[in-house]
C-alpha cells in the first residue's frame, strides 16, 4: 500500500515538528524498503536527530536504526556511524538509547569483520 512512497514520506518526516508524529513515521519508513536515490537530506536528519539531547529517546533509538539501515547502501559510511554512536555514548543516559547504541555497534563491527565475497 505505502510502497513508491517512501521519498514522500521521509520529506513529510523531515517537516514534523511534533515528536509523536515523528515517532509514528519513522517507524513505519524503518520497514519500508530503502529509496532508489540515496537520501543524504535525510540522513543528516536522522543524525541531528539522534545528537539532540532534547529528543525524546524513540525517536533517537529509530534515528539510529535507520541510519544503519542507510549505511547497507552506502557501506563506506559505516565508519562515520560508528565514530558518532562511540562518540555520544559517553554522555547519553537513558538505557534504551545506551543499548540501541550498543546494539548497532556490534552490528557494525562484525560487519567489519566478516570478509566480503568478491
Avoid: W
Amino acid at each position: 500500500m505505502l510502497s513508491g512512497k517512501t521519498d514522500e514520506l521521509i520529506n513529510f518526516v523531515m517537516r514534523q515538528k511534533h515528536s509523536g508524529m515523528r515517532r509514528i513515521l519513522l517507524s513505519v519508513l524503518l520497514d519500508m524498503p530503502l529509496p532508489e536515490l540515496f537520501p543524504v537530506a535525510f540522513m543528516d536528519f536522522c543524525y541531528e536527530r539522534i545528537l539532540d539531547r532534547n529528543e525524546k529517546v524513540a525517536v533517537q533509538s529509530l534515528c539510529i536504526k535507520i541510519v544503519y539501515k542507510l549505511c547497507l547502501l552506502e557501506p563506506a559510511l559505516f565508519s562515520e556511524l560508528q565514530a558518532v554512536l562511540e562518540s555520544i555514548e559517553l554522555y547519553v543516559s537513558s538505557p534504551a538509547i545506551k543499548s540501541c547504541i550498543c546494539n548497532t555497534l556490534k552490528k557494525i563491527r562484525d560487519k567489519k569483520s566478516r570478509p566480503t565475497l568478491l
